[in-house]
């Protein structure tokens, strides 16, 4: 499962002879997690920073513009450290092992499912095979972390928003998984290299949405499950703030709540970078394509364009959510449920069922 | 003119659509009349629509007629028919079908066109009736039913429309009892009931004398009929069977009912209790003509026995009813009674054995009753809705445009030459003259029939006369209060039912309210159309490219004559070509004969009647009373109809009565107390089986029933409802079985 | 690691959900115990599979399992729902209606 | 935490310890991995029945979730890991947290007799007859088995094939829409009440 790792492989090459392999293989994965989380760290610093750099723009103002100087860059780092310093409360009458184990099992979760993302064509933590349904099996698992925080910390305020993420939750993994398999038919594959590297024909833009009529409506209809998945506006009722004072968040502070913060921003990072991959090319780009002809295939500067096209368009991604948070008023939990079963669903199965004929009367495959 | 040329392909569309219109305009304004702002122009407009149908298919008739073509359509054979209880075996097979021969054509024609002349009519007449919309309404369905019945090509669906128009008739009869309003309610009602039972005798005459034919011939199609009949007539050596007689009596029974001839004429002078445009209707295009055209359809079913007696009652119509319309003060009643003495006319010409000459009478009549109703109505409108001719008088100078409709009209039907109704008149008066003065086919019924209708023209003409001297000359006598309510009560032999209004509820006319004056022109131009039609109707040369050349060629003679209407077979077989050349000649002589005879007859007697009415109503005003009083009680039963509704009331209706009052005590009394007997013997037998229902088998229910719950009451010691419990169970059992599987 | 081993452990968590069904006295408890036993089942189907050869029956087997855990667990929550609508409780010993 | 608690989880802390070292010693790597998954499987079985809160119940079951995709993985079926990750602890453990939550948190007692000695009788009963059940054949050993791959696309082809599994397959489909209609034609709030005097 961790051949390709390319920590692993620098580890082998390095390693005195003798070591056990087992000591290899984790000192691999302790590696690669602490990339994993300087990582999420940086990119959750830079999301909160862009943020507030969006909001306000959008609002006709500026944002955070003192701190670091250019445009506020050190905000962030400045809010982390405040964090980092302040007290960790615990409320008396809260199920204390479970309100501690909440906001790490929310973290730890979406930690899994990043491992299965690639950096570069060749570069990753973990190449799976079923990246895919691990990703959204991993991603599962923070509901239920929420649903935990919400419980233990035994306030009206957060058991409401408990259940509302689980509700709401529960009810859009279906188009979300749904629509995903539309893609899944076009491609054959859940690993998300193979599933990039099948979209590199027509100088790097043979996107999946543009390879079958019905992947583009599927893949509307992913962006609003994926907004829900992560709890993002218009579907921010588990901590709706107007109403529920922060939801399933609210008796948290201090480093446990920014683990909460980081996971939002790691989530929606990774819903990016799934709709990157499975629907809008992945790596491939004219200048992946470029990089690939000027440098060669295995090059390190074709690599890295690879990687800077993918981040470039888990950040439109991202860019895109900010958006439609700070544009579109939050929606009632009735019409969130009313859209998710009713209206998502039955059009992302519409979808799976255009797709599946188109590939097979019009493309001849099966 | 190819579009004057039929076209198999597509006139028999248009033909569906000219009864389709009117009834889908029922149809809208029954149920979404309330959506239309006035109740009146879909349905006028829709036949304006119609009657332009109708007339091109009349005019591409009438092209063929002079081009010398026999056409006959039928659907069933030329475009295939609407199978209606069809079997593939022999039994009752009913397709209904498109029938469009001559006569159909002059019919569909003079319907449409009467009917839209009287929707036209209604806009003005009924403007401010509480029910204008279901008027209008009934008045098309009842338009659709007679061009339904002109159009069926079988007896069974003539039949149907046929009880339509009763249906729609005893509907518009009635149109004012529901007007709390109306001072005519009462009487509405009780007429509208009169004249659905009474036409109701005809219909079961006609429905039994349906089924008989059906019975012999199996067919209901009148072209089968008809080759049926000859071929019936054939085998029996030329003689009719006597059951065709009687069924053909029995056919024409319907007749009697429906063309109001005696003795079941009486439903027709109360039928003018409806709106006057409904009496134009009935009276004209519609309700009587349906019983002529039926006769028409039928004649060749008719023995000569029957035809004998048609002869007899049509010309006993049209003398009695004549005689009545001379002593009539009320306007319309006047016209009704002269509507059934003409009504026999046609059936005496039928029965004379000239199909032709009826239906040209039919055909002329209904122009210019239509046009003589409709001034009728004219005038009661300008006369604030005054009937008694008694109360009128010097109205010509008042009402030019009616007054000038109404005499053209009326000249019409007093037979005066050149008018429409002379030509038509003088028809049938030579039909009876050729019957009277051959050897061969002499029947004293004929000699009876050309006596009476000779007598009764001359009547027509002095009563016509005496009305428009009565209602458009002299002084105006509609101011003399004392006239009012005198002598009308009598009028009507039963005065209880009529009120006779003075509302002027819808007078938005101004000015002084009981100064007659001209109508407006959606009443007048109507008229107008219809008084043309009344004078030229008989003698149409359109159609031709050259007028000259066929002006002595009436277009109803050229179109309908018995070979066009049946075929050459049929009408070969009704009255055979003589053969060898004295036998021609001979006939040629008669029909010259006849034809100076009759017109000599028709002219002298119309002249008499005028001049007479003039001297008696114009001249010699004192005169009618004298008359009356010299011939004593002659007067009063006349004037009081021979008292037939009176003998009717008391020989038919109460005799009814008194049998229904029987039969209801023998139901009561004598069927209820079987069914009740054989009910109280079931409910002893049901007690004894319910003992024993009770004791035996309930027992041994109710035992299995204990013995379940015994069985139960042990087994559910073990069933305490707890999930858990029967979980332990099903665990140590499976552990107890795969231990038992591993052990052994 | 042997076959034995992970049976073992299979027959440990049957044991457990068996006693999780039997000890409490709230149908949740049940729901849970069917759960764990399913997995039970699935444990073995799938070590089954594996030293058995190369065949596909028991993780087949297994995958059908979990659909039918996935509409147990729908149905069952739904009954749960309506009887705790019903009884205002959530004991199974307490919906003993047809026992009477 | 009680005395009997402190006890209780003192013994499952001492038994995961063995199993460890039992893993450790005679398998290395794989058998600390196996001991790890489970040890996470039983011990959230046995936390299950013994809190005495049901959401502390609801949670623990996650870890034998968990556990379990954990030995599907280590037995090479990283497939139905995956599956038994997404459904059962994204769909069916949130479903009956959601029924603990709508349901009244009143139900605390538990029987400590019956639990010991349900575990006792029938964990005796059961290792000793899948002990004696494998034992009865012959199985190839851990190190004769053939190397773990990856086995999505031969599921899915044994899925649509009709020589395998498309019927199974097709009637689970069926099964699964059955019961989600039932469930919300079940779970719909009717008007029937059995205790309507209790409704005052």
Same mark, same amino acid.
């Given at each position: 499962?961790?051949?390709?790792?390319?920590?692993?492989?620098?580890?082998?090459?390095?390693?005195?002879?003798?070591?056990?392999?087992?000591?290899?293989?984790?000192?691999?994965?302790?590696?690669?997690?602490?990339?994993?989380?300087?990582?999420?760290?940086?990119?959750?610093?830079?999301?909160?920073?862009?943020?507030?750099?969006?909001?306000?723009?959008?609002?006709?103002?500026?944002?955070?513009?003192?701190?670091?100087?250019?445009?506020?860059?050190?905000?962030?780092?400045?809010?982390?450290?405040?964090?980092?310093?302040?007290?960790?409360?615990?409320?008396?009458?809260?199920?204390?092992?479970?309100?501690?184990?909440?906001?790490?099992?929310?973290?730890?979760?979406?930690?899994?499912?990043?491992?299965?993302?690639?950096?570069?064509?060749?570069?990753?933590?973990?190449?799976?095979?079923?990246?895919?349904?691990?990703?959204?099996?991993?991603?599962?698992?923070?509901?239920?972390?929420?649903?935990?925080?919400?419980?233990?910390?035994?306030?009206?305020?957060?058991?409401?928003?408990?259940?509302?993420?689980?509700?709401?939750?529960?009810?859009?993994?279906?188009?979300?998984?749904?629509?995903?398999?539309?893609?899944?038919?076009?491609?054959?594959?859940?690993?998300?290299?193979?599933?990039?590297?099948?979209?590199?024909?027509?100088?790097?833009?043979?996107?999946?949405?543009?390879?079958?009529?019905?992947?583009?409506?599927?893949?509307?209809?992913?962006?609003?499950?994926?907004?829900?998945?992560?709890?993002?506006?218009?579907?921010?009722?588990?901590?709706?703030?107007?109403?529920?004072?922060?939801?399933?968040?609210?008796?948290?502070?201090?480093?446990?709540?920014?683990?909460?913060?980081?996971?939002?921003?790691?989530?929606?990072?990774?819903?990016?970078?799934?709709?990157?991959?499975?629907?809008?090319?992945?790596?491939?780009?004219?200048?992946?394509?470029?990089?690939?002809?000027?440098?060669?295939?295995?090059?390190?500067?074709?690599?890295?364009?690879?990687?800077?096209?993918?981040?470039?368009?888990?950040?439109?991604?991202?860019?895109?959510?900010?958006?439609?948070?700070?544009?579109?008023?939050?929606?009632?939990?009735?019409?969130?449920?009313?859209?998710?079963?009713?209206?998502?669903?039955?059009?992302?199965?519409?979808?799976?069922?255009?797709?599946?004929?188109?590939?097979?009367?019009?493309?001849?495959?099966? | 003119?190819?579009?004057?040329?039929?076209?198999?392909?597509?006139?028999?569309?248009?033909?569906?659509?000219?009864?389709?219109?009117?009834?889908?305009?029922?149809?809208?304004?029954?149920?979404?009349?309330?959506?239309?702002?006035?109740?009146?122009?879909?349905?006028?407009?829709?036949?304006?629509?119609?009657?332009?149908?109708?007339?091109?298919?009349?005019?591409?008739?009438?092209?063929?007629?002079?081009?010398?073509?026999?056409?006959?359509?039928?659907?069933?054979?030329?475009?295939?028919?609407?199978?209606?209880?069809?079997?593939?075996?022999?039994?009752?097979?009913?397709?209904?079908?498109?029938?469009?021969?001559?006569?159909?054509?002059?019919?569909?024609?003079?319907?449409?066109?009467?009917?839209?002349?009287?929707?036209?009519?209604?806009?003005?007449?009924?403007?401010?009736?509480?029910?204008?919309?279901?008027?209008?309404?009934?008045?098309?369905?009842?338009?659709?039913?007679?061009?339904?019945?002109?159009?069926?090509?079988?007896?069974?669906?003539?039949?149907?429309?046929?009880?339509?128009?009763?249906?729609?008739?005893?509907?518009?009869?009635?149109?004012?009892?529901?007007?709390?309003?109306?001072?005519?309610?009462?009487?509405?009602?009780?007429? $509208? @009931?009169?004249? /659905? %039972?009474? #036409?109701? &005798? +005809?219909?079961?005459?006609?429905?039994? !004398? =349906?089924?008989?034919?059906?019975?012999?011939?199996?067919?209901?199609?009148?072209?089968?009929?008809?080759?049926?009949?000859?071929?019936?007539?054939?085998?029996?050596?030329?003689?009719?069977?006597?059951?065709?007689?009687?069924?053909?009596?029995?056919?024409?029974?319907?007749?009697?009912?429906?063309?109001?001839?005696?003795?079941?004429?009486?439903?027709?002078?109360?039928?003018?209790?409806?709106?006057?445009?409904?009496?134009?209707?009935?009276?004209?295009?519609?309700?009587?003509?349906?019983?002529?055209?039926?006769?028409?359809?039928?004649?060749?079913?008719?023995?000569?026995?029957?035809?004998?007696?048609?002869?007899?009652?049509?010309?006993?119509?049209?003398?009695?009813?004549?005689?009545?319309?001379?002593?009539?003060?009320?306007?319309?009643?006047?016209?009704?009674?002269?509507?059934? $003495? @003409?009504?026999? /006319? %046609?059936? #005496?010409? &039928? +029965?004379?054995?000239?199909?032709?000459? !009826? =239906?040209?009478?039919?055909?002329?009549?209904?122009?210019?009753?239509?046009?003589?109703?409709?001034?009728?109505?004219?005038?009661?409108?300008?006369?604030?809705?005054?009937?008694?001719?008694?109360?009128?008088?010097?109205?010509?100078?008042?009402?030019?445009?009616?007054?000038?409709?109404?005499?053209?009209?009326?000249?019409?039907?007093?037979?005066?030459?050149?008018?429409?109704?002379?030509?038509?008149?003088?028809?049938?008066?030579?039909?009876?003259?050729?019957?009277?003065?051959?050897?061969?086919?002499?029947?004293?019924?004929?000699?009876?029939?050309?006596?009476?209708?000779?007598?009764?023209?001359?009547?027509?003409?002095?009563?016509?006369?005496?009305?428009?001297?009565?209602?458009?000359?002299?002084?105006?006598?509609?101011?003399?209060?004392?006239?009012?309510?005198?002598?009308?009560?009598?009028?009507?032999?039963?005065?209880?039912?009529? &009120?006779?209004?003075?509302?002027?509820?819808?007078?938005?006319?101004?000015?002084?309210?009981?100064?007659?004056?001209?109508?407006?022109?959606?009443?007048?131009?109507?008229?107008?159309?219809?008084?043309?039609?009344?004078?030229?109707?008989?003698?149409?040369?359109?159609?031709?490219?050259?007028?000259?050349?066929?002006?002595?060629?009436?277009?109803?003679?050229?179109?309908?004559?018995?070979?066009?209407?049946?075929?050459?077979?049929?009408?070969?077989?009704?009255?055979?070509?003589?053969?060898?050349?004295?036998?021609?000649?001979?006939?040629?002589?008669?029909?010259?004969?006849?034809?100076?005879?009759?017109?000599?007859?028709?002219?002298?007697?119309?002249?008499?009647?005028?001049?007479?009415?003039?001297?008696?109503?114009?001249?010699?005003?004192?005169?009618?009373?004298?008359?009356?009083?010299?011939?004593?009680?002659?007067?009063?039963?006349?004037?009081?109809?021979?008292?037939?509704?009176?003998? &009717?009331?008391?020989?038919?209706?109460?005799?009814?009565?008194?049998?229904?009052?029987?039969?209801?005590?023998?139901?009561?009394?004598?069927?209820?107390?079987?069914?009740?007997?054989?009910?109280?013997?079931?409910?002893?037998?049901?007690?004894?089986?319910?003992?024993?229902?009770?004791?035996?088998?309930?027992?041994?229910?109710?035992?299995?029933?204990?013995?379940?719950?015994?069985?139960?009451?042990?087994?559910?010691?073990?069933?305490?409802?707890?999930?858990?419990?029967?979980?332990?169970?099903?665990?140590?059992?499976?552990?107890?079985?795969?231990?038992?599987?591993?052990?052994? | 690691?042997?076959?034995?081993?992970?049976?073992?452990?299979?027959?440990?968590?049957?044991?457990?959900?068996?006693?999780?069904?039997?000890?409490?006295?709230?149908?949740?408890?049940?729901?849970?115990?069917?759960?764990?036993?399913?997995?039970?089942?699935?444990?073995?189907?799938?070590?089954?599979?594996?030293?058995?050869?190369?065949?596909?029956?028991?993780?087949?087997?297994?995958?059908?399992?979990?659909?039918?855990?996935?509409?147990?667990?729908?149905?069952?929550?739904?009954?749960?729902?309506?009887?705790?609508?019903?009884?205002?409780?959530?004991?199974?010993?307490?919906?003993?209606?047809?026992?009477? | 935490?009680?005395?009997?608690?402190?006890?209780?989880?003192?013994?499952?802390?001492?038994?995961?310890?063995?199993?460890?070292?039992?893993?450790?010693?005679?398998?290395?790597?794989?058998?600390?991995?196996?001991?790890?998954?489970?040890?996470?499987?039983?011990?959230?079985?046995?936390?299950?029945?013994?809190?005495?809160?049901?959401?502390?119940?609801?949670?623990?079951?996650?870890?034998?979730?968990?556990?379990?995709?954990?030995?599907?993985?280590?037995?090479?079926?990283?497939?139905?890991?995956?599956?038994?990750?997404?459904?059962?602890?994204?769909?069916?453990?949130?479903?009956?947290?959601?029924?603990?939550?709508?349901?009244?948190?009143?139900?605390?007692?538990?029987?400590?007799?019956?639990?010991?000695?349900?575990?006792?009788?029938?964990?005796?009963?059961?290792?000793?007859?899948?002990?004696?059940?494998?034992?009865?054949?012959?199985?190839?050993?851990?190190?004769?088995?053939?190397?773990?791959?990856?086995?999505?696309?031969?599921?899915?082809?044994?899925?649509?094939?009709?020589?395998?599994?498309?019927?199974?397959?097709?009637?689970?489909?069926?099964?699964?829409?059955?019961?989600?209609?039932?469930?919300?034609?079940?779970?719909?709030?009717?008007?029937?009440?059995?205790?309507?005097?209790?409704?005052?």
């Amino acid at each position: 499962m961790n051949n390709g790792n390319i920590f692993l492989d620098l580890l082998v090459r390095f390693a005195p002879e003798g070591t056990p392999s087992w000591l290899l293989d984790l000192s691999a994965a302790g590696v690669g997690v602490g990339i994993l989380v300087a990582m999420v760290s940086v990119i959750a610093m830079f999301c909160v920073w862009m943020e507030r750099k969006v909001a306000g723009h959008i609002q006709c103002r500026y944002g955070p513009m003192y701190v670091g100087g250019w445009h506020g860059w050190a905000q962030s780092i400045a809010d982390g450290v405040k964090l980092l310093l302040k007290e960790d409360m615990i409320p008396i009458g809260a199920d204390r092992p479970l309100f501690v184990l909440a906001p790490a099992l929310v973290l730890g979760s979406i930690f899994a499912a990043l491992a299965a993302l690639p950096l570069a064509p060749g570069v990753f933590f973990a190449d799976i095979d079923l990246g895919l349904f691990f990703i959204l099996a991993m991603s599962s698992m923070t509901t239920i972390g929420v649903v935990m925080a919400g419980w233990a910390s035994a306030s009206k305020w957060t058991v409401y928003g408990a259940m509302r993420e689980a509700a709401q939750v529960v009810a859009y993994e279906i188009p979300l998984g749904i629509s995903l398999m539309v893609p899944l038919i076009v491609a054959g594959t859940f690993n998300l290299n193979e599933a990039s590297a099948l979209q590199s024909g027509w100088y790097g833009m043979h996107w999946y949405i543009f390879q079958n009529p019905f992947v583009l409506p599927a893949f509307a209809l992913f962006f609003i499950s994926a907004l829900a998945e992560t709890k993002r506006a218009p579907f921010d009722l588990p901590e709706a703030e107007s109403e529920l004072v922060a939801g399933f968040m609210t008796e948290y502070s201090g480093i446990r709540w920014s683990f909460f913060f980081m996971e939002e921003y790691a989530a929606m990072f990774l819903m990016s970078v799934v709709a990157a991959v499975f629907f809008l090319g992945g790596f491939e780009s004219p200048f992946t394509s470029l990089a690939r002809d000027v440098f060669g295939e295995q090059h390190f500067l074709a690599s890295l364009t690879a990687g800077l096209v993918l981040l470039v368009k888990a950040f439109g991604g991202i860019f895109l959510m900010m958006w439609l948070r700070w544009t579109l008023p939050r929606v009632r939990i009735d019409q969130v449920m009313t859209m998710g079963y009713k209206y998502l669903t039955p059009l992302a199965l519409l979808c799976v069922l255009g797709a599946s004929i188109f590939e097979a009367l019009w493309l001849g495959v099966a | 003119m190819d579009f004057l040329q039929f076209n198999p392909e597509t006139d028999y569309k248009l033909l569906l659509a000219v009864p389709l219109i009117p009834v889908l305009g029922y149809v809208l304004q029954i149920f979404f009349g309330k959506q239309l702002k006035r109740g009146d122009i879909l349905l006028t407009a829709g036949m304006f629509t119609s009657m332009c149908i109708a007339l091109l298919m009349f005019a591409k008739a009438l092209n063929a007629a002079y081009a010398g073509e026999v056409f006959l359509h039928e659907s069933v054979k030329e475009w295939g028919g609407w199978g209606w209880l069809y079997q593939s075996e022999p039994g009752v097979n009913l397709v209904a079908g498109i029938f469009y021969d001559p006569l159909g054509a002059a019919m569909l024609a003079v319907v449409t066109v009467v009917s839209f002349c009287v929707h036209l009519f209604s806009t003005g007449y009924m403007h401010g009736d509480c029910r204008y919309r279901i008027f209008f309404a009934n008045i098309s369905l009842f338009t659709f039913a007679m061009l339904g019945l002109v159009l069926s090509d079988n007896l069974l669906f003539l039949f149907i429309f046929w009880e339509l128009m009763g249906l729609m008739s005893y509907l518009l009869i009635g149109h004012f009892s529901h007007d709390a309003k109306s001072g005519f309610r009462g009487w509405a009602t009780w007429a $509208s @009931q009169k004249a /659905f %039972m009474t #036409t109701r &005798v +005809g219909d079961v005459c006609l429905l039994v !004398g =349906m089924l008989m034919f059906h019975q012999h011939f199996e067919t209901f199609q009148f072209t089968e009929l008809w080759s049926a009949a000859a071929e019936t007539v054939a085998a029996n050596g030329g003689q009719y069977p006597a059951w065709m007689t009687v069924a053909g009596l029995f056919v024409f029974g319907g007749t009697i009912g429906k063309s109001a001839q005696f003795p079941l004429h009486i439903w027709l002078p109360d039928a003018m209790a409806g709106p006057t445009p409904v009496s134009a209707m009935i009276h004209a295009a519609t309700m009587v003509a349906a019983g002529v055209f039926l006769l028409g359809r039928t004649y060749p079913l008719m023995s000569p026995m029957a035809l004998e007696v048609i002869t007899v009652v049509g010309a006993t119509t049209a003398l009695f009813a004549a005689t009545i319309g001379l002593t009539s003060w009320d306007l319309k009643a006047v016209l009704a009674y002269s509507t059934i $003495s @003409q009504l026999g /006319f %046609m059936v #005496t010409a &039928v +029965g004379l054995g000239s199909v032709t000459a !009826g =239906m040209f009478h039919m055909t002329t009549h209904a122009f210019f009753k239509a046009c003589l109703f409709l001034s009728a109505g004219s005038v009661i409108h300008g006369c604030h809705h005054e009937q008694d001719m008694r109360l009128m008088g010097g109205l010509r100078k008042k009402m030019p445009i009616t007054f000038i409709c109404m005499f053209v009209c009326t000249l019409a039907i007093a037979g005066i030459p050149l008018f429409s109704g002379f030509y038509s008149k003088d028809k049938i008066i030579m039909a009876g003259f050729e019957r009277v003065l051959d050897h061969d086919h002499f029947s004293g019924a004929a000699l009876y029939g050309l006596v009476a209708l000779a007598i009764a023209a001359a009547l027509t003409a002095f009563y016509m006369f005496r009305l428009i001297f009565l209602t458009f000359f002299g002084e105006y006598r509609g101011d003399q209060q004392e006239h009012r309510y005198s002598g009308m009560l009598d009028e009507h032999g039963r005065g209880g039912h009529i &009120v006779y209004h003075d509302h002027d509820d819808h007078d938005d006319h101004g000015g002084n309210a009981h100064v007659p004056h001209e109508s407006p022109k959606n009443i007048t131009i109507p008229l107008m159309v219809l008084a043309f039609l009344g004078v030229f109707g008989g003698h149409f040369w359109l159609a031709s490219s050259d007028p000259l050349a066929n002006h002595s060629k009436p277009w109803f003679a050229t179109m309908v004559s018995e070979s066009t209407l049946y075929g050459d077979e049929i009408s070969g077989w009704l009255s055979p070509e003589p053969h060898g050349h004295e036998a021609l000649e001979h006939l040629e002589h008669l029909e010259h004969t006849a034809h100076l005879s009759a017109v000599g007859t028709s002219l002298t007697v119309a002249l008499l009647g005028v001049f007479g009415a003039w001297l008696l109503y114009y001249r010699r005003r004192d005169i009618p009373a004298k008359v009356v009083a010299a011939v004593g009680p002659l007067y009063p039963l006349v004037a009081n109809k021979y008292y037939i509704d009176e003998l &009717v009331t008391r020989y038919v209706i109460r005799p009814t009565l008194a049998l229904c009052r029987a039969l209801k005590w023998v139901d009561e009394k004598v069927v209820d107390g079987v069914v009740l007997g054989v009910g109280r013997l079931n409910r002893t037998a049901a007690t004894v089986h319910a003992w024993f229902d009770g004791m035996f088998v309930d027992g041994l229910v109710n035992g299995v029933g204990h013995l379940t719950q015994a069985f139960g009451s042990i087994v559910r010691l073990i069933q305490t409802g707890r999930i858990q419990q029967y979980l332990s169970f099903a665990v140590a059992g499976s552990i107890l079985l795969a231990a038992w599987l591993i052990l052994s | 690691m042997p076959l034995e081993a992970y049976v073992a452990v299979s027959a440990a968590l049957f044991v457990i959900g068996i006693a999780c069904m039997l000890s409490r006295r709230n149908v949740l408890y049940v729901l849970m115990g069917i759960e764990m036993i399913l997995n039970a089942a699935n444990i073995n189907f799938v070590a089954f599979n594996r030293f058995s050869g190369d065949g596909l029956d028991g993780r087949m087997f297994a995958i059908f399992v979990i659909i039918l855990a996935a509409a147990e667990a729908a149905v069952a929550l739904a009954i749960l729902l309506n009887v705790y609508h019903l009884f205002r409780s959530v004991k199974p010993s307490d919906a003993d209606l047809l026992r009477e | 935490m009680e005395p009997a608690s402190r006890v209780f989880y003192t013994l499952v802390t001492l038994a995961s310890l063995l199993a460890l070292g039992w893993g450790a010693f005679s398998a290395g790597a794989p058998g600390v991995s196996f001991a790890l998954f489970a040890i996470l499987t039983l011990g959230g079985g046995l936390m299950c029945i013994w809190e005495r809160s049901v959401v502390r119940s609801a949670f623990s079951l996650m870890a034998t979730f968990l556990g379990v995709a954990g030995l599907f993985l280590l037995l090479g079926a990283d497939f139905l890991a995956m599956a038994q990750v997404l459904i059962y602890v994204g769909g069916i453990l949130a479903l009956i947290l959601f029924g603990v939550m709508l349901s009244p948190p009143d139900l605390n007692e538990r029987s400590l007799p019956r639990v010991l000695g349900g575990l006792a009788f029938a964990g005796g009963a059961a290792i000793w007859l899948g002990l004696r059940i494998s034992a009865s054949v012959t199985w190839a050993t851990a190190e004769e088995l053939p190397p773990m791959t990856s086995h999505a696309e031969e599921i899915g082809v044994g899925f649509l094939s009709p020589e395998q599994y498309v019927v199974p397959f097709e009637l689970a489909a069926v099964l699964l829409t059955v019961a989600l209609v039932a469930a919300v034609y079940i779970a719909r709030r009717r008007s029937i009440d059995l205790f309507p005097e209790e409704d005052a």
